[in-house]
């Protein structure tokens, strides 16, 4: 890195503060909390807006005092807070150390605060006593509707002004909204005492909470009335009463000489809001077309300590900042990103993504603002990051909601998640996916093909394995307890398997589905798999079969899975999908299915003869399957109550156009037609999977890449080391 030319905090402690420091100094006054201290506590309640204030020795102790003074007042109804993916450690870390459950929620797309429409969700899910928020770098939140949640939901909130002072929302400032409001005077911020943090409240009961908590947990800080009644309450003496201790307390007290400075800094304040907001404004002419940023509620001021910004994805994050580097200008994450995917979160609670927050922490970057800082020097650092992107903001992209959000796991909150048959050949790859994105997921599986899948799973403390079958009454209803969706994948798959042993088919594939319909709670979602091949043979003079084509099924495989589908839908709470044939790699590796037997034969048989081979069927990559659950899962209330063909609309191949595909990646590949065989289920279709895609659903994986993932993964398994009979 050049030398720092542009610095991402500027000391707002001037030369004229530190002469009138020294100064007071020369008068050696004493340097402890006192007179001072209470002076600067008044003005800056003045200031902000607020009956009282406590001055502390930085902003995360001012957050460790709020969570406090909530458990001193006895006012929690729970233990539960909601707290936002998007702010910083020390927002949430007082909720790990004092015991709360905290709830982590998604960041609003505008101001990056907490988003509303998931609040509300967690509000309702949860009831929890508290929320904290963040008022993220000086930019307002939408606080009309928070403190119409607040009304509606009756919670307390805390408000983590720590890097937003100044900023304001309809005249009122930042920092007045919450039922106790903290801002942190660390170097750099808004305005600083060096490092120091206050706690504003209209509460007596939290003030109180609050000054006894700060220091050591004694009385002599109260108001005087207030103490008296605590001596007398107690029948203490003179003697005793400074130093008797009434709750066990802490010492986060800050001095007089910060309380000197701090006094000083707020004389300053008017001026240092307009130069940031000043700053803010011109980075956002310059930069607001080609970048998404932070977007304020109407009618409010601005006043932050860095510009953030986001870049389309994260390889453009790293131009940016390696350009910053090299112009000598300081640059940094957003915040600290999405908290939900740090080690003192997910080590504890599992990770968290959200799209907003993720997008956030993988993209976002950070440029200086300080006063200091002029026009020109807001315009060259602009130039600097417009410049490492000449190639894209050439293109006419001139409007930041046109910039395509990455495509990152997005989960809304952590569900408690069943999938029997999970270590199957599609559970193999669905369980570890939910597992990532943060969910709780338990495992019904018999292992009858002594599969090691999920082995690699073990490790997750959100993972339960339950061995077990699912013709097993007592097991199911254990494990259907608390379980926001299920999953149900146990199933002997196949005409074949199916036609070996037809009893325990449809005990497994249809009455077992019945059983969970019957033990599950009504709002308990369902998702189930079918498969498509009860479309049989398409009807003469049609053109594709969709939805609403009539099921046909032939076997008593296609029977089963029909049967159970209806069951589901009617059951309600349910959507059902009609996978295609499936194909690509899990661990729990099935080669019995078409394409990945095609490509097993093509590559070590060289060789196969068609049957049926103008017959056409559609396909579908084994991981699309599993974002077709988790695109079920997210969007359920839209989805509810329907079945969907998914399957890739630009693969309804028949077998010998499937041969033609496989021999473009493995040329030596000979096949043959004949009539040697057919299908049990005769399936000959092609399948329209409009109505998911509708939905916003999107296969991602192709069949060709289908075929090269393959013809690698058959490097690792051998023959006859997976096969369904
Ligand atoms: C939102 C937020 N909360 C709390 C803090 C902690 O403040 P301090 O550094 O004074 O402890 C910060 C620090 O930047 C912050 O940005």
Not at 59 to 65: E, I, P, R, T, V
Not at 264 to 290: A, F, P, V
Not at 347 to 361: C, E, L, T, V, W
Not at 440 to 462: A, R
């Amino acid at each position: 890195m050049k030398e720092i030319k542009y610095h991402l905090a500027e000391d707002t402690i001037d030369k004229n503060d530190i002469d009138q420091l020294i100064e007071w100094l020369k008068t050696y006054p004493r340097l402890t909390k006192a007179d001072l201290t209470l002076a600067f506590e008044k003005k800056w309640s003045d200031w902000v807006g607020k009956k009282y204030s406590v001055f502390c020795n930085s902003g995360s102790s001012a957050n460790l005092l709020m969570y406090y003074a909530l458990l001193l007042s006895g006012v929690l109804k729970n233990k539960k807070i909601i707290v936002p993916s998007v702010g910083w450690v020390t927002t949430i870390a007082p909720a790990i150390q004092f015991g709360f459950e905290p709830i982590m929620c998604e960041a609003d797309k505008d101001t990056f605060g907490l988003d509303l429409k998931h609040l509300e969700e967690l509000l309702q899910k949860h009831n929890p006593s508290a929320v904290i928020m963040v008022q993220v770098l000086g930019v307002p939140h939408k606080m009309d509707e928070l403190m119409a949640l607040k009304e509606k939901y009756g919670f307390i909130l805390l408000e983590d002004a720590c890097a937003a002072m100044g900023a304001s929302y309809h005249g009122k400032r930042v920092g007045s909204f919450g039922d106790m409001s903290s801002a942190s005077l660390y170097f750099g911020h808004q305005i600083s005492t060096i490092e120091g943090g206050l706690v504003s409240t209209d509460n007596k009961i939290f003030n109180d909470a609050l000054l006894m908590a700060r220091s050591h947990g004694w009385g002599k800080d109260l108001e005087k009335e207030t103490h008296s009644q605590l001596i007398k309450k107690y029948g203490i003496d003179d003697f005793h009463s400074p130093f008797v201790f009434y709750e066990p307390g802490f010492n986060l007290r800050s001095t007089d000489l910060n309380a000197f400075l701090g006094i000083r800094q707020i004389d300053k304040m008017d001026w240092l809001i307009k130069r940031r907001e000043e700053n803010h404004g011109i980075y956002k002419k310059l930069l607001g077309d080609y970048f998404y940023i932070q977007q304020a509620p109407a009618d409010s001021v601005i006043c932050s300590i860095h510009f953030g910004a986001l870049a389309k994805d994260t390889e453009e994050r790293r131009k940016i900042v390696k350009a910053l580097e090299e112009n000598g200008i300081e640059t940094r994450i957003f915040s600290a990103g999405n908290l939900g995917l740090h080690p003192f979160w997910y080590n504890r609670y599992g990770k968290m993504s959200f799209p907003m927050a993720d997008q956030i922490h993988h993209t976002g970057f950070f440029l200086p603002n300080s006063p200091s800082l002029n026009p020109k020097d807001i315009e060259f650092i602009s130039s600097v990051v417009l410049d490492s992107v000449k190639e894209r903001i050439t293109f006419p992209l001139h409007n930041p909601s046109l910039i395509p959000m990455a495509q990152f796991a997005s989960v809304k909150n952590p569900l408690k998640i069943l999938v029997t048959g999970g270590a199957g050949y599609i559970g193999s790859i669905l369980v570890p996916e939910l597992l990532k994105q943060g969910h709780e997921v338990t495992v019904i599986d018999n292992f009858m093909y002594n599969q090691p899948s999920l082995l690699d799973c073990c490790h997750h403390k959100n993972l339960t394995i339950a061995r077990g079958d699912v013709r097993d009454e007592k097991l199911i209803a254990k494990h259907l307890q608390g379980k926001d969706f299920i999953i149900p994948l146990a199933c002997l798959v196949g005409a074949p398997l199916c036609d070996k042993d037809p009893i325990a088919a449809r005990n497994i594939n249809l009455e077992a589905i019945k059983m969970i319909l019957r033990l599950r709670e009504p709002n308990q979602k369902i998702i189930f798999p079918n498969t498509n091949s009860g479309y049989g043979r398409q009807q003469e003079g049609t053109s594709f079969c969709d939805e609403n084509t009539p099921l046909d099924p032939i076997t008593l495989y296609g029977q089963l899975k029909v049967e159970a589908e209806k069951a589901i839908l009617e059951s309600g709470n349910g959507i059902t999908l009609r996978l295609a044939t499936v194909f690509g790699i899990s661990p729990r590796m099935r080669l019995d299915l078409l394409v990945n037997d095609f490509v097993y034969r093509a590559l070590n048989d060289r060789f196969i003869i068609l049957f049926e081979s103008h017959f056409k069927r559609n396909y579908i990559h084994i991981r699309d399957v599993v974002s077709a659950f988790v695109h079920c899962m997210d969007n359920f209330e839209s989805l509810k109550n329907q079945t969907y063909n998914v399957g890739l609309s630009d693969a309804n191949l028949s077998k010998l156009e499937l041969c033609q595909e496989i021999k473009k990646q493995l040329p030596s590949f000979v096949f043959l037609e004949s009539s040697v065989g057919e299908d049990p289920d005769k399936r000959d279709y092609v399948i329209s999977n409009e109505k998911i895609e509708k939905t916003g659903f999107k296969p991602q994986v192709s069949l060709q890449e289908g075929i090269a993932e393959l013809i690698k993964g058959y490097q690792v398994i051998k023959k006859n080391q997976f096969t369904n009979i």
